[in-house]
């Protein structure tokens, strides 16, 4: 029941022929320096099995090694999973921005850190450290100037530029939280976010440009605001030169400050960021990520997991907006003083090729990217990657949901020419990083396609079965939990610890409880089958379903609604939504929407919707109901059943 409908020895055949089966010797000094003191340590698997039994040590030589520290910790960690208490590098002082710009800045002033790819193919601006840093500081002395301090949560609402980047650094140098919300939501997503972060200031830009369009973003937040008394003011930058009208709470981005801004210093725990991610219940979760730990995370796994060596350009092409724009766009490429683009167009625009033109003309070595995007290419054809010269890639990621084996294939085959491995990484909001990937510690591990396969570093995943009890054996399935602490996990949900231990720790006692299940294989290899609970996965973008619904339900002529998610071949879900009456879905920039129309929705008597009724129906699998008898009303099935036979 767990395991998705893959072929095992598909699996097996497959793997054969990817398998690299070069053993070369190992040298740990030049693999990890940090590790060369380990005791007993002499081949890779020994250094995962370090990162695991001598946890402490292998992370504090690690956070010596690899970050800047103002002070250093006393305490490597303070973990109780099971009261959810997460600290990590306790008593160090540091400041995240100069991690990622001041120390490059000091070896490499005019290395690129950033390729803003604007939407128009071959207007790519290069921003080098120097100037990064530059433009962190005036930004960090204009939110100090105007009243922004340390603990406070600045609201971010910006497509992928160089701005917003600096505008996420100059929080952390400060000693602000940002919480960056993808700037495809809607103002009423926008709203709450703001409201529950209670943020007083917000950083927007004029317009943004993406797949040819304009997008009215200051006229998305003005809508916004005006539902959040908390905001005080709104930075506005410009992206076009369109003016925009300014209100008496708007401050221009462009006013001149000084280009030098002291780093506050920070403790490691103290708040990095918020992250909004839908839950199974309507309100979204603003999940907390911290300095130290979070940094060390996304900076370690993006230089393992990618293979990611000095002088390769990283693509990863997610949005600012979500957690692999924030650990992979931003983060842990400049924290390896990486050089790391930023895409602000779409995969296809202005053709199916886009992706791979860019990978052309910006010699990209690294290419980070989702199922969803990679299943839409593959049916434009072989030809739009053919006519460009991807030469330059070593390693092709993917991230977001399951990918299929069809995808994968043609990403291994087409896009990677048959030589740069295909990582397929999982991992959440919530765990900051990586966590499985096919080759965190060996360049020539076998990669089995459409797997996750290893943990990270440090990392140990477990199943269990309903009653909690850990699955000891392989070829098993069951609920995917992480039973050891790591630095990069998030530490709480802002403002409801409560909600977190609930979601995350109360589950399976113990363990941190993903959400997700997974199958081990017989080999002991990780392969995740999907969400658990009622979060759906669009485009590789978590949408809970209750929020969906809340959405709905505000429409005057709808009595409830119940939004379930259903296989779509590209999107991966798509959402279907059954509605009790007559309503329009305005406001939202949810896709991928199928609504029926019914006049009662099937639920239990004690009045739970029955969704997987539905998603039953959608799937037009009507032998595979199941067991009926909890009904209130069994002819609200039959309805929903014959209406959805007279849209199909
Ligand atoms: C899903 C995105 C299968 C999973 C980084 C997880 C995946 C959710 C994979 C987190 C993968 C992510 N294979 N499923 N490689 N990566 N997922 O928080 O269900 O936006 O729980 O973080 O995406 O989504 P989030």
């Given amino acids: ?81 099971s009261r959810g208490r997460i600290k990590w590098f306790e008593g160090g002082k540091l400041n995240v921005s100069v ?19 604007r939407d128009e193919p071959g207007s790519e601006v290069k921003v080098t450290y120097r100037s990064l840093l530059d433009m962190t500081c005036r930004l960090g002395n204009l939110l100090r100037r105007r009243g922004v301090k340390k603990g406070d949560c600045v609201t971010i609402y910006m497509p992928p530029c160089p701005l917003a980047v600096a505008s996420m650094l100059a929080c952390a140098r400060i000693g602000a939280a940002h919480n960056v919300v993808f700037a495809g939501f809607s103002a009423e997503a926008l709203a709450e976010r703001i409201r529950d972060a209670q943020s ?17 973003l200051k006229k998305t937040v003005d809508t916004a605001v005006e539902g959040c008394p908390s905001v005080k ?19 221009s981005m462009e006013e001149l400050e000084d280009a030098v801004c002291e780093p506050a210093a920070m403790d490691s725990e103290d708040v990095l960021f918020l992250l909004y991610t839908s839950g199974s219940t309507g309100k979204p979760k603003g999940l907390v990520h911290t300095q130290a730990g979070y940094l060390l995370y996304a900076l370690l796994t993006h230089r393992y997991v990618f293979s990611y060596h000095d002088g390769d350009v990283f693509g990863c092409v997610a949005d600012i907006g979500w957690i692999t724009g924030h650990s992979y766009s931003v983060y842990g490429p400049l924290a390896n003083g990486g050089t790391t683009v930023l895409f602000e167009s779409t995969p296809v625009y202005p053709n199916p090729g886009r992706y791979w033109e860019m990978v052309q003309r910006l010699r990209i070595n690294q290419f980070y990217g989702a199922p969803t995007a990679i299943r839409l290419l593959l049916k434009y054809g072989d030809h739009w990657v ?95 939990c992480l039973a050891q602490p790591w630095p990069g996990m998030a530490r709480t949900i802002h403002n409801n610890h409560q909600r977190f231990i609930e979601t995350y720790c109360q589950p399976y006692p113990g363990y941190f409880f993903t959400g997700d299940g997974a199958h081990r294989s017989e080999e002991g290899y990780y392969q995740i089958t999907g969400r658990l609970d009622d979060v759906i996965n669009v485009s590789g973008h ?36 059954k509605t009790v009456s007559i309503m329009s879905f305005t406001g939202t920039q949810i896709t991928g929407v199928f609504l029926q ?23 037009q699998d009507l032998g595979g109901l199941g067991d009926l008898s909890t009904l209130d009303d069994p002819a609200a099935v039959q309805e929903i059943v014959q209406g959805h036979q007279d849209l199909c």
């Fill in 1 to 81: 029941m767990w395991l998705r409908c893959t072929s095992k020895c598909v699996f097996a055949s497959l793997s054969r022929s990817y398998n690299n089966v070069l053993s070369r010797s190992f040298n740990i000094a030049a693999f990890m320096p940090e590790a060369a003191g380990f005791e007993g340590v002499s081949d890779r698997a020994a250094l995962q099995e370090f990162s695991l039994s001598n946890s402490d040590h292998f992370w504090a030589a690690v956070a010596r090694h690899r970050l800047t520290w103002i002070s250093p910790f006393h305490t490597v960690q303070d973990c109780d999973l």
């Fill in 386 to 480: 053919h006519k460009y010269d991807c030469s330059t890639l070593k390693t092709l990621g993917s991230v977001g949901e399951p990918i299929n084996t069809e995808a994968w294939e043609w990403y291994h085959r087409v896009v990677g020419d048959g030589r740069c491995p295909v990582v397929d990484t999982w991992w959440q909001t919530e765990t900051g990083g990586i966590c499985i990937a096919p080759r965190p510690s060996d360049p020539d591990a076998e990669i089995v396609p459409g797997m996750a396969m290893r943990p990270f570093f440090g990392m140990k995943p477990v199943l269990v079965d309903g009653e909690g009890k850990l699955l000891t054996s392989n070829n098993t399935s069951g609920p995917l």
């Fill in 542 to 577: 978590r949408l809970g379903t209750a929020e969906i619904e809340d959405v709905v339900n505000h429409c005057p002529a709808v009595a409830e609604s119940a939004v379930i998610g259903y296989s779509h071949d590209v999107k991966g879900q798509g959402i279907r939504s």
């Fill in 200 to 216: 007083s200031t917000v950083i927007t830009v004029n317009q943004g440009v993406r797949g040819g369009r304009v997008i009215e």
């Fill in 597 to 619: 129309f019914v006049q009662r929705l099937p639920k239990t008597r004690s009045g739970k919707i029955m969704r997987r009724v539905l998603r039953k129906v959608v799937e």
């Fill in 99 to 117: 991690n990622c710009l001041d120390r490059h800045v000091h070896t490499c002033p005019e290395k690129v850190a950033l390729i803003w790819e």
């Fill in 233 to 251: 003011q709104v930075f506005v930058a410009m992206r076009t030169e369109n003016p925009v009208v300014m209100t008496d709470r708007d401050v």
